[in-house]
């Protein structure tokens, strides 16, 4: 059983940059696709970006495609999101979720298809 636990949120300036990381322990993240979601007041939980297991196929909202970023580190058994060019809008709780599949090129936005979850980082983005 894997868990996850994300750290890097925070307040930034709009304009500015924030670093996700998404830890896991207990298990090897290589063996999972992994996703990120955010979840702003009043709003549904949305698919951010996701990772397949081989890094090879990617998923970006629209809303932060050009501007976030997803990696995976093995070594480090971490995933990373790179958000660049932050705006208001991408104010929320971003959530790290993961789900083991042997499909090297699986990756899904739909957070029905994760069972895994951490608790969240709150990434404020204001003036």
């Known amino acids: 059983q894997v868990q996850l636990v994300e750290s890097g949120g925070g307040l930034v300036q709009p304009g500015g940059s924030l670093r996700l990381s998404c830890a896991a322990s207990g298990s090897s993240l290589d063996d999972y696709a992994v996703g990120w979601f955010r979840q702003a007041p009043g709003k549904e939980r949305e698919a951010v970006s996701c990772i397949s297991r081989s890094a090879t196929r990617f998923y970006y909202g629209d809303s932060v495609k050009g501007r976030f970023t997803i990696s995976r580190d093995s070594a480090k058994n971490t995933v990373y999101l790179q958000m660049n060019s932050l705006k208001p809008e991408d104010t929320a709780v971003y959530y790290c979720?993961?789900?083991?599949?042997?499909?090297?090129?699986?990756?899904?936005?739909?957070?029905?298809?994760?069972?895994?979850w951490g608790q969240g980082t709150q990434v404020t983005v204001s003036s």
């Open positions: 979720a993961a789900e083991r599949t042997s499909n090297f090129f699986y990756s899904s936005p739909a957070r029905d298809d994760y069972k895994h």
